[in-house]
């Protein structure tokens, strides 16, 4: 009964970090199925997010560090969504006055939410990391990954070399979370692999619901392909390993205005 009662609680705090995604797939559904007035469901979907974020920050739900961390991803998602668009690797089929070269504005908080989930996650479930990369060597690779995105296009392409990497570099790597009181433990290779299956589900959603549309998706709907499991999993793993670092430097600041004002 107290292995069934943790993960209730596992999942319950799950589901509190997931509030922002799940505020856009409601979005995306509810605009779906009914057609809102005066403006396009774009510039709907933009307006939700734009509120939802300003929601979370005024109630507390997440920080204004949190805040800055989500405004860079959805910088990091943008650009790559223009790029991707361009490429003709996914389109925007509808029309909207908040797009930019065929991309919505609203595309870059599927990826903020993405952060938002480990932001609230590593807060709620109190994350540690158990020997953890050095820094010269988490952000080439975060780097490397991300610019992989671009380079295939144009180059081979080097994902799974990639993916054996992350497995070397991270093979002894541990994330430590906290339950109740009671601490669990998870090789940090396994959590990147389960947060992309899950997104990969989700990205099904949302191309069902209309956010946006594969190639083969133009004529009627189907499932997205599984090999984007490990796009997923590579854009993951980019997220984790900023939010990583983000979450050391700032703890490392912490540590040291301790210190001093301990002196």
């Known amino acids: ?68 961390v989500i405004t860079l991803f959805h910088l990091i998602g943008l650009a790559l969504e223009l790029f991707k668009v361009h490429m003709g690797s996914w389109s925007y089929p509808e029309d909207g006055y908040s797009k930019i070269f065929g991309v919505p504005f609203y595309s870059g908080f599927m990826y903020a939410s993405v952060a938002s989930y480990l932001c609230q996650a590593w807060r709620r479930l109190k994350i540690e990391l158990v020997k953890w990369p050095p820094f010269l060597i988490v952000v ?79 004529d009627a709907w189907s499932l997205v392909h599984l090999g984007k499991v490990s796009s997923w999993l590579l854009l993951v793993i980019v997220s984790f390993l900023i939010v990583a670092t983000l979450k050391q430097v700032k703890g490392k600041n912490s540590t040291k205005v301790d210190t001093s004002r301990s002196l």
């Open 140 to 218: 080439p690779l975060a780097v490397s990954i991300y610019l992989n995105f671009f380079t295939h296009h144009f180059w081979m392409d080097v994902r799974w070399g990639l993916s054996v990497l992350v497995i070397f570099v991270f093979w002894k790597s541990w994330v430590i979370y906290e339950i109740d009181g009671s601490r669990y433990c998870m090789p940090i290779a396994l959590s990147f692999v389960l947060i992309g299956f899950f997104i990969w589900i989700a990205e099904n959603i949302a191309t069902f619901f209309g956010a946006w549309e594969y190639p083969n998706q133009t």
């Open 1 to 68: 009964m107290r292995s069934l009662k943790q993960l209730l609680r596992f999942g319950r705090e799950q589901a509190l970090s997931c509030l922002f995604p799940v505020v856009i797939f409601a979005s995306l559904a509810l605009t779906q199925l009914i057609a809102l007035p005066f403006l396009p469901r774009y510039d709907w979907l933009l307006i939700i997010c734009l509120l939802m974020q300003w929601l979370m920050v005024r109630s507390g739900l997440e920080t204004r560090d949190e805040l800055k």
